[in-house]
């Protein structure tokens, strides 16, 4: 199937034989359904803490901070905002030239609420030699439209989210990165004041990225009395997957080639594990807020953080109370009821095992990274949730899993997934590190049966593409998770341009 030439293609990319022959085989065979057991509640599986357990685990961070472990911050940023434009695409290529629909209207009748607005009014009076209500007045909506997202303008279309204003303040506009620049310093700085933060970004961004950290960087260390660290990567070649045709066999472009396409955001799990942070703190690029309502944000950070390093060092005294050998009965039992109680990990079969087995079982649970997922309730926001769901040993732990990773012709699971009580913001707070300093090898504990198969097009011909295991479900499935409850405050995603219209998105400009 594969022919000389493609083996070259494959070096280039790093790639090997095998790998593509089991990408291949994913798109016949697809990908099993996760078994569950249940959605996570309150109930079942999600910590709900009380204001003074939450100033206990504050203080817990506050009390690592002063401590030699690396933090890190870890921002996916990598996507273009292109899906945030769409409908204003839509209407640049549209029969009627004047606002039509709900989202139009609301577009342009607030367009000077906008963080973005000074910056387009200006390219609009380069451009086309009149500001935004003249044109308005003059019915050329368009070419208001064309200079946001065209390249002659904002080129907005075809930005990453990460570069684009989100917020006006009184003196200035924020994009989306000097945002998480002013979060990371409100609950990651360590005691030297140091902030690190690390971007994944698209290679083509990368001079806009270190053009605007050239930009702000001392601006912002000024004013939050920090001195930042900031780093960048791209998707590795070798985590693009192979396209295919509707009869499942390699997809060739007009020259013949094989086409590959991204992984997925499950592909930075390689990203993440050439990080050498002992505690890393993930979230969207696009989940920000200004900062006059950052404290809610920032607090539960803190709630988050101190969760997993009060479990850390739990679980940390287990393993040496293990490796020493100089443990009793009792101990053992109550290391169980930490996996059980603490780590949500059931296993029916430990009551018959012997106690040697049990001190294996339970050392091998212990040594795994470990996660803190931030939970917000259901509104209705798109999205996977958290979930118990086996294992391939047959024990049940915490799970945040995607719809496509559920069998939707199960009643149960069906019924499981649409009414889950909470959903997955991307708020996760990880340690990378065992009890020894040393980093865990994160692409050890991905499930590779976990993925997405979808179907896009290449010069007007379908293919169908997969994707990785995702980041925050097949790639850390085989972590120890633990599941807090946060307010929905915390949770601001910019999905489409108008939702920076939300009030959330609006305060500094009152």
């Not at 996570?40 to 690592?64: H, M, P, T």
């Not at 930075?268 to 900062?291: E, S």
């Not at 990990?345 to 049990?358: A, C, G, H, R």
Request: with cysteine; hydrophobic share 40%; proline share 5%.
């Amino acid at each position: 199937m594969l022919k000389p030439k493609d083996l070259l293609q494959l070096k280039a990319k790093n790639l090997t034989e095998s790998r593509i022959e089991e990408q291949l085989n994913y798109f016949i065979k697809g990908f099993p359904f996760l078994k569950i057991k249940s959605s996570a509640s309150v109930e079942r599986g999600i910590l709900r803490l009380a204001e003074d357990e939450q100033d206990r685990y504050i203080k817990s961070w506050d009390d690592y901070l002063k401590s030699e472990r690396k933090i890190m911050k870890f921002v996916p940023a990598s996507g273009a905002a292109s899906r945030m434009f769409k409908d204003l695409f839509a209407f640049l290529s549209a029969s009627y030239d004047t606002p039509v629909t709900d989202f139009e209207r609301d577009f342009f009748d607030r367009i000077s609420d906008f963080a973005f607005y000074e910056a387009l009014n200006s390219i609009c009076m380069a451009n086309e030699g009149a500001d935004i209500p003249s044109l308005i007045a003059e019915g050329r909506y368009k070419d208001i439209m064309a200079n946001l997202l065209e390249a002659k303008g904002l080129g907005y279309g075809s930005l990453p989210k990460g570069l684009l204003l989100f917020h006006r303040y009184r003196e200035e506009a924020r994009t989306a990165m000097e945002e998480h620049l002013a979060e990371g310093a409100m609950y990651a700085a360590n005691s030297e004041h140091a902030v690190s933060i690390h971007f994944t970004i698209s290679p083509e961004h990368l001079p806009l990225f270190e053009r605007l950290v050239e930009e702000k960087k001392a601006a912002c260390e000024k004013k939050y009395d920090v001195t930042y660290d900031l780093s960048f990567s791209t998707q590795q070649a070798n985590t693009d997957t192979i396209a295919v045709d509707m009869a499942n066999a390699p997809f060739r472009d007009v020259k013949g080639r094989l086409v590959f396409r991204p992984g997925g955001h499950g592909a930075l799990i390689q990203n993440l594990d050439r990080l050498d942070g002992d505690v890393v703190f993930i979230k969207n690029i696009d989940n920000v807020v200004p900062d006059g309502i950052k404290d809610v944000t920032v607090r539960f950070k803190k709630v988050l953080a101190g969760v997993l390093v009060t479990l850390q060092e739990k679980i940390f005294e287990y393993v040496r109370l293990i490796e020493s050998g100089d443990y009793t009965h009792d101990q053992i039992e109550e290391m169980i009821y930490f996996l059980q109680d603490a780590l949500c990990i059931k296993n029916p079969e430990t009551k018959f095992l012997e106690d040697v087995e049990l001190v294996l079982y339970i050392k091998r649970k212990l040594m795994r990274p470990l996660r803190v997922c931030g939970m917000v309730k259901n509104v209705g926001e798109p999205g996977g949730g958290p979930f118990l769901a086996y294992n391939s040993d047959d024990t049940v732990s915490p799970q945040i899993l995607e719809s496509s990773q559920i069998d939707m012709n199960n009643p149960d699971a069906k019924e499981a997934f649409e009414h889950g009580s909470h959903f997955n913001p991307v708020d996760l707070v990880c340690a990378l590190k065992d009890v020894n300093g040393k980093k865990y090898n994160l692409p050890d504990y991905v499930d590779k049966n976990t993925g997405f198969i979808s179907e896009k097009s290449k010069d007007g011909r379908a293919l169908k593409a997969l994707e990785l295991p995702g980041l925050w479900n097949g790639s850390m499935s085989d972590w120890n998770t633990v599941f807090v409850e946060v307010p929905i405050e915390t949770f601001n995603p910019v999905k489409a341009v108008n939702d920076l219209l939300r009030p959330q998105h609006q305060q500094e400009c009152r």
